[in-house]
């Protein structure tokens, strides 16, 4: 009988449930269960529905029971840098918000009164991005100061929802990097920094590594699922765990785990803390074994997404893809990273009037609409390589695309011609692949991290892409 595992990844806008086991040396994935996720509207706020949630989560968790494929171990991943606060019975402090609320807005220079923004840097070696957990806390402290004197506890998303499963509070430490609050030399909080910020030292908990057992699951728990299992840290930030799954062959490569975000670097055994990285806003985010995500975050497919939610849904992603090409010619391009993209209330007129304020053709139809976007991302990735390879002084021949943009064949083959690189893309199911190992290796079916890369390469079809002579 073959031991199962369950990665529950949940991403910005959907959950999932993947089972998987070895078989003959490959890994077999099988969906079980699917969920819709997002923020909610609510007075004014964008906010996470955790509730809904971890209903899901057990719901999914349920399935497993039916199909009597009871997994060994399970673990749960999400996006970064988003938390809840609990008080001294447990329960949630205040609202639950998500990163686009604009409450953050103006929290960098509150933050930069008590310490300078380079300095910053060169202690956490975090890129700034005004969501980061950092603003998020100060955004707190300036307007709702009681909610950090109720405060007992401070957990990320995924170890709250573990802590629901099993009555135990773990903090995991790649989820943790993102919040701007973590030593890179001794891979905890920085209590320092912690305390000249002013938020309680005593609600952070020690940081974990990925493979760390959190314990089983509590008794209505599993009485309600129909099953116990272990609870295991997996790299919890679902980026962290994406690059696990990078199918490298040799120890070194670029990246991209491409989704709602691209995120987009390679992997360093020191974190880079150079003034040019610090000016080119690169970050060095915590990865498994220790090893440091040095990379930047561009927009992703969080534009073409929009843009399909706004012409609702009737075209595929593929079929964009295929319009974005029969108007390759269309020559307007825009920065994808600028603010304007983060959270607009039409992205379609967004881009337009970006277009139309740089003095460029304006896209009218839905296929310029679509070029503009992945012609300028694959722009925007291939000035990236050119910034890692200069900060890094290193040179890569390959790109390896990983998450659910690798299904992207046309985005795929304008990022080899962009970057003048080979592109391997996959696997698409990058995060609950990269969770999955986590479990593997702490469960002993895989040996490390270098043996657990070279069974993905050999589990899953990754597709090549050269770069074309334009």
């Not at 969501?131 to 100060?138: A, E, G, P, R």
């Not at 116990?228 to 790299?235: G, Q, R, T």
């Not at 609409?369 to 021949?397: F, H, M, R």
């Not at 990058?430 to 190992?437: Q, R, S, Y």
Request: glycine letters at 8%; proline letters at 3%; aromatic letters at 10%.
């Amino acid at each position: 009988m073959a031991s199962y595992y369950l990665a529950v990844d949940i991403g910005a806008s959907s959950g999932r449930h993947i089972l998987g086991h070895l078989e003959d040396g490959k890994m077999i994935l099988e969906e079980i269960y699917r969920f819709e996720n997002g923020m909610d509207k609510k007075d004014g706020k964008l906010l996470w529905n955790t509730e809904h949630l971890f209903t899901e989560i057990v719901n999914g968790m349920k399935v497993c029971k039916k199909l009597e494929k009871i997994p060994y171990s399970m673990s749960i991943d999400t996006w970064a840098v988003d938390y809840v606060l609990l008080d001294e019975h447990d329960n949630v402090l205040g609202d639950t918000y998500g990163y686009r609320d604009g409450r953050t807005e103006g929290m960098d220079k509150e933050v930069y009164k008590i310490i300078p923004e380079k300095e910053l840097y060169q202690r956490t070696r975090i890129q700034k991005q005004i969501f980061n957990t950092i603003y998020q806390l100060m955004a707190v402290k300036v307007q709702e100061p009681k909610l950090l004197e109720k405060t007992k506890t401070f957990l990320m998303l995924p170890d709250y929802f573990q802590f629901l499963l099993t009555g135990n509070k773990v903090s995991e430490y790649t989820n943790a990097t993102s919040t701007q609050l973590v030593s890179p030399m001794d891979k905890q909080w920085d209590m320092g920094l912690i305390e000249k910020l002013g938020y309680p030292k005593d609600i952070f908990l020690p940081l974990n590594i990925p493979g760390t057992e959190v314990g089983d699951l509590k008794k209505e728990i599993y009485e309600e699922v129909g099953f116990n299992c272990k609870v295991v840290l997996c790299a919890s930030h679902d980026t962290a765990s994406a690059v696990m799954a990078m199918p490298l062959e040799s120890d070194s490569g670029l990246y991209i785990s491409s989704g709602t975000w691209s995120l987009m670097g390679t992997e360093l055994k020191q974190a880079d803390c150079s003034e040019e990285s610090r000016q080119g806003n690169f970050t060095n985010e915590g990865g498994y074994d220790y090893r440091f995500r040095y990379l930047k975050n561009i927009m992703g497919l969080w534009m073409i997404q929009s843009v399909r939610h706004e012409l609702k849904d009737v075209y595929s992603f593929a079929q964009l893809c295929d319009l974005a090409e029969g108007c390759k010619e269309f020559p307007s391009r825009v920065d994808v990273n600028d603010s304007v993209f983060l959270a607009p209330e039409n992205m379609t007129e967004a881009i337009k009037d970006y277009c139309h304020k740089t003095e460029q053709p304006v896209p009218e139809t839905t296929g310029e609409i679509a070029t503009v976007i992945y012609q300028s991302l694959a722009q925007c990735y291939g000035k990236t390589v050119e910034e890692i390879e200069q900060n890094t002084k290193d040179k890569y021949d390959c790109i390896y695309i990983i998450g659910g943009g690798s299904n992207a064949a046309y985005l795929n083959q304008l990022t080899a011609n962009a970057t003048k690189k080979t592109v391997y893309a996959g696997p698409g199911e990058a995060t609950a692949i990269g969770n999955m190992m986590a479990q593997m290796i702490q469960g002993k079916e895989l040996e490390n991290l270098a043996e657990a890369r070279k069974c993905i390469f050999n589990s899953f079809g990754i597709k090549k892409y050269e770069p074309q002579n334009l």
